[in-house]
C-alpha cells in the first residue's frame, strides 16, 4: 500500500494512493488506516513529505560500495546523527544553497518512517514499529561538515531533510535498487542489500539511545558515487517500488 501526505482544499489529508488515484483517510494514519469513499487526483494535490518527524536520525557510512570507494574499514556498529525537523522538505520543494557554503552534496537514501512510539525495540520486533518506507536525501553542505568535525552544521540547513514522495508500506527494504539522478545523468546507482546494518538493526541501535515518535524518520546511508549539486541542478532519488523524490537547487533565500 502507498501511504500519500497531502494538501487539497487547503487541507492536509492523508489517502492511499493507487495509479494516480488517492482514496482519502479518515482518522490518524498512525493508528488503523481507514478509507474513506472519497477520492481525488494525485494532479490535483500538493504532496507533502509522508511524516512529521520530531527529528530524522541518520546513520553515517551504511553501504558496502560506498566503504569500498572512500577505501574505509566497516564499522563496528552504526554512526548516528540528527537532522532537525526543520530541515524536512517536501517532493517538487527547492533545496536552498547555503550562502555561507561553496560545496554542496547530494546523499540518495532508504528513509524509514515510524509508526508508533520506540523505545529499547529490539530488532526481532522492529518491523512492528515501521510504518513504510520512502525516498530521502541526506543534502550535506560538505565543507561546513569537514570543517566542523561536528556534522550539525553541515547537515541541518533549512531544506536540507526532502522526503517522499509517499510510502510504501508492504517492501522488503533490502531488494531495492537506489538510485540518484542530477539533471537525467545517474551519479548513484546500487541496491538496499548491500546496506551493512540492516533495517531491524538500525532500529534497535537508534532506540537504546532515544525515544522515535510516530513520524520520526531514519537515513539509512548512502551508497557510492555522492557529489556536488549546483544552483538550478534538478535531483532526482529513485527507489525501485516507492518512487521518485525531484527537487531543484535555489540559491538561499535570506531575511525570512
Ligand atoms: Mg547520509
Known sequence: MKLVRFIYAKQEKWGVLSGNNIN???????????????????????LLAPCSPSKGVCIGLNYYDHAREMNLKLPDEPLIFLKPSSSLAHPGDSIEYPAISQNLHFEAELAIVIKKQ???????????????????????????????????????????????????????PHKLNIKLY?????LQSSNTSNLIFKVPELV??????????????????????????MVGDKV?????????????????????
Open 24 to 46: 482519502i483517510i479518515d482518522g490518524n494514519v498512525y493508528n488503523n488506516v481507514e478509507v474513506s469513499d472519497k477520492s481525488v487526483s494525485v494532479d490535483e494535490v500538493k
Open 118 to 172: 520506540a523505545k529499547n525495540i529490539s530488532a526481532h520486533q522492529a518491523y512492528d514499529y515501521i510504518l513504510g518506507y520512502t525516498c530521502a536525501n541526506d543534502v550535506t553542505a560538505r565543507d561546513l561538515q569537514m570543517k566542523d568535525g561536528q556534522w550539525t552544521r553541515g547537515k541541518s540547513f533549512d531544506t536540507f531533510m526532502p522526503v517522499g514522495p509517499w510510502l510504501e508500506t508492504d517492501i522488503d
Open 182 to 186: 542530477l539533471n537525467n545523468t545517474v
Open 204 to 229: 534497535e541501535f537508534v532506540t537504546q539511545v532515544m525515544t522515535l515518535y510516530p513520524g520520526d524518520v531514519i537515513l539509512t546511508g548512502t551508497p557510492a558515487g555522492v557529489g556536488p549539486m
Open 236 to 256: 532526482v532519488v529513485e527507489l525501485e517500488g516507492i518512487g521518485r523524490l525531484e527537487n531543484t537547487i535555489v540559491n538561499e533565500k535570506l531575511g525570512r
